[in-house]
């Protein structure tokens, strides 16, 4: 397929979309469905166009077609066949179609799901995807061309190759789903703007894009969590979130698009929060557009920045044209979005969702805060002041717990108002068993932070199981099941509610993981093979020292016993000390990497990093960390994606 | 040989979407849907009440919400679904 059709379908594309947005505005002027048939056709055909300059990108970096500049940039013949599939988002033109790509799978998905149905709202929610989908094109197309030739006089027989860090599975799927997060979202903004411009603010708009928020909320959630794995298994610095600028780009829209997911459900049921949803999903959309910008825009130092680039300010203008379009118009339909409705009590659910919404934005604000600091000293100072963990963790682990906490008295919570009594039979349980956990962790021995972190997760997990064991007892009761079927079906007929449970028990394992960090241990040495170390009650000892060349990199490999302190055998650790494009002539392009090895248990990990290696006198120098409960956070992890995915699942009505 | 294929992929790419954006142009007119009472939301909207009541019930069952609020909101539902249905109903006939 010849690369020049890449580049016209995109032009096509572009042009598909200027007349998608007109047909549109027309067919609202003059109510001709001819014209609302031709615009929803001409919104298929700009996808249609999207697909096919993407497969042919993928093309072309499959069959390592060098006359092609990204190709050159991003694959070399020795880059394996999954890694050229995933160098499409590996530099900014590529990453950027990419962007496209899903956006018009979502397009398509919704026209399509939408043919016969929300006939009000889709006009505009056609244009504004055809919007959003005009920005990304126009950079594609004019500012950053992923199918531009490459720039040099003579026949280029080789490409630079992936970078090496990006040569890790975990990253051939991180992007992709944190992309399906990011541009999920862009639907649910779609019909928050046609809702805001049909002035139908009514709990239907919010039914029909519920399972839309989700689907991205999981993917986004999911993305997040990918990426932590990514950076914990190959960055090699033992953790797995550092609050660098480009994770909490992805952080900011998860904590607003949480809040809304809460909301929303008081909108359902009670037609409260019009104005406060619809300005969270237009502050979530805004943040993912944000997220990519920073990712992009190279404005931040970042472990993340692969792709650095000028595209900053085109970035921004579109950011602040999202928000200053979307807050004018719900300005102008503050009426329609006002709720009849008031909270009546302080302990009712409807307080407790909305608490939980204040504490989420405020988090999103402190992290917004932190990160964009920098470039605000160095605007209004002139010095750049980076600000670093300490700064986040000092504001954001309080908030973190205060959210915890929130996670296990909402559901015990009563719509309207909860009485005394109520109060005071919800509770005891819960709390009771919280205090027991409180006093059992002092007395082992934790402290502050820990021990709060550890009691409020058992006073979660109380309240979770109170609220099945209450819902099973109920179901038992009346319909005389036993006490597995009767699970079965209260999860089934309310796969929502008890899906929403298995996510909050997923963070509180999530939570636990992050408390073991308080107690992490770590120590770098040398060791001729041999010799033996200490760490955290471990004895290392070098066995062996050994090299191989594989398709890509040629590689030192350390063989390292492992024993406890009873000289017991714990397990062998293989980390690795990497050469990338070690067959390059100019030494200076060659790429060292350490490869790392961890013996993962529930209790703690053992994370081994190779750092460097003395060949002439074979010494390896290493870096060993023993990291506690590391284990939960991806735990949690499956489980929020189980419970997701358990309120997501359709249902027969 | 080489200048055929191109003919074709020319005609697939780009002749095809353009007659398939641009047929409904041709088409007699068509009345506008927009002002036609929107059946599947009607419907979904049913469903979606018969949920919430259902859920109401539970509630009420587990002891999250007292009897006078059960009967209060379980009365507003009962109202807003019967309208719901009344609208579904002439809409038939």
Redesign the interface.
């Known amino acids: 397929m010849n690369p020049v059709?890449g580049g016209v379908?995109l032009n096509?594309a572009f042009g598909?979309s200027i007349l998608s947005i007109i047909t549109l505005l027309i067919f609202i002027r003059n109510?001709?469905?001819?014209?609302?048939?031709?615009g929803q056709?001409?919104s298929?055909?700009i996808s249609?166009?999207v697909f096919?300059s993407t497969f042919i990108l993928w093309y072309q970096l499959i069959i390592s077609n060098f006359d092609i500049d990204y190709v050159a940039r991003y694959t070399s013949l020795e880059t394996p066949f999954i890694y050229k599939i995933s160098a499409l988002w590996a530099g900014q033109s590529g990453s950027l179609l990419f962007w496209l790509f899903i956006l018009s799978i979502f397009a398509t998905i919704t026209v399509l799901q939408n043919q016969?149905?929300?006939?009000?709202l889709m006009p505009w929610v056609i244009i504004s995807l055809a919007i959003i989908q005009l920005f990304f094109l126009v950079l594609t197309n004019f500012v950053t061309n992923p199918f531009m030739p490459t720039d040099a006089d003579f026949v280029v027989k080789n490409g630079n190759g992936l970078n090496p860090l990006l040569q890790n599975i975990t990253m051939a799927i991180h992007p992709p789903t944190l992309y399906l997060g990011y541009v999920g979202f862009s639907v649910p903004f779609a019909f928050a703007i046609s809702a805001l411009m049909n002035r139908d603010t009514s709990p239907?708009w919010i039914?029909?894009i519920r399972r839309w928020t989700l689907v991205a909320w999981l993917f986004l959630s999911s993305g997040i969590i990918l990426g932590g794995w990514w950076a914990y298994q190959e960055l090699g610095w033992g953790g797995y979130w550092a609050w660098d600028p480009v994770e909490n780009a992805s952080f900011m829209p998860w904590l607003t698009a949480t809040a809304f997911l809460h909301s929303i459900i008081i909108q359902?049921?009670k037609d409260m929060l019009r104005l406060w949803n619809m300005a969270l999903i237009i502050l979530t959309f805004a943040l993912c557009i944000f997220g990519t910008f920073l990712t992009r825009s190279g404005v931040m130092s970042s472990v993340h920045s692969f792709t650095a680039s000028s595209l900053g300010p085109i970035f921004l203008t579109f950011v602040f044209l999202i928000l200053i379009v979307s807050f004018t118009l719900m300005f102008l339909r503050r009426s329609d979005l006002r709720s009849e409705k008031r909270i009546e009590s302080f302990t009712s659910?409807e307080s407790g969702f909305l608490f939980n919404n204040l504490v989420f934005v405020v988090m999103c604000f402190a992290v917004f805060w932190g990160t964009l600091f920098p470039v605000i000293s160095e605007a209004v100072r002139g010095t750049k002041i980076t600000v670093g963990p300490p700064f986040f963790n000092q504001i954001n682990v309080p908030i973190g717990l205060i959210l915890l906490a929130l996670t296990g008295v909402g559901p015990l919570l009563?719509?309207?108002?909860t009485?005394k009594q109520?109060l005071i039979?919800?509770f005891t349980v819960p709390i009771l068993s919280g205090l027991v956990a409180a006093v059992i962790f002092m007395a082992i021995g934790f402290k502050g932070s820990v021990v709060i972190s550890f009691s409020l997760s058992v006073f979660v997990l109380a309240t979770i199981s109170t609220?099945f064991m209450?819902?099973i007892?109920?179901r038992t009761k009346?319909f005389n099941e036993s006490i597995v079927k009767a699970l079965i079906t209260m999860i089934s007929?309310?796969r929502s509610?008890y899906g929403g449970y298995i996510v909050h028990v997923g963070i509180v394992f999530m939570f636990v993981g992050f408390t073991g960090h308080a107690f992490d241990k770590e120590k770098e040495f040398s060791l001729k093979i041999g010799q033996t170390d200490h760490v955290a009650g471990y004895e290392f000892t070098l066995l062996k020292l050994s090299e191989t060349e594989r398709s890509n990199h040629y590689a030192w490999i350390s063989d390292i016993r492992v024993t406890d302190n009873k000289g017991e055998f714990v397990t062998n650790l293989y980390p690795e000390k990497r050469i990338y494009f070690h067959k390059n002539p100019d030494v200076n392009r060659r790429q060292p990497h350490s490869e790392l090895d961890i013996y993962s248990t529930l209790n703690q990990d053992i994370y081994s990093i190779f750092s460097a290696i003395d060949n002439d006198n074979g010494i390896a120098f290493l870096k060993i960390m023993v990291n506690p409960l590391v284990r939960w956070v991806w735990i949690g992890g499956y489980i929020l994606v189980i419970g997701t995915m358990i309120a997501l699942w359709p249902r027969k009505? | 040989m080489h200048f055929i294929s191109d003919y074709i992929l020319v005609f697939i790419f780009f002749v095809l979407p353009v007659i398939f954006v641009i047929q409904p142009l041709f088409l007699n007119k068509i009345n506008n849907l927009k002002n036609k009472i929107d059946l599947p939301s009607l419907k979904r909207k049913k469903r979606l009440l018969y949920r919430q009541i259902k859920e109401l019930e539970m509630e009420f069952d587990i002891g999250n919400i007292n009897q006078k609020d059960f009967k209060i909101s379980r009365k507003e539902l009962k109202i807003e679904v019967s309208e719901v249905i009344t609208k579904l109903n002439s809409n038939k006939i």
Do not use: V, Y
């Not at chain 1, 109510?31 to 031709?38: A, I, K, S, V």
């Not at chain 1, 016969?116 to 009000?120: A, F, L, P, Q, V």
């Not at chain 1, 009563?414 to 108002?417: K, Q, T, V």
């Open positions: 059709a379908a096509l598909f109510g001709d469905m001819r014209l609302f048939l031709t056709r001409l298929l055909g249609f166009f096919l016969s149905k929300h006939h009000g239907l039914q029909s359902e049921k659910r009563a719509w309207r108002n009485s109520s039979k919800n609220e209450r819902g007892k109920a009346t007929k309310n509610r009505d």
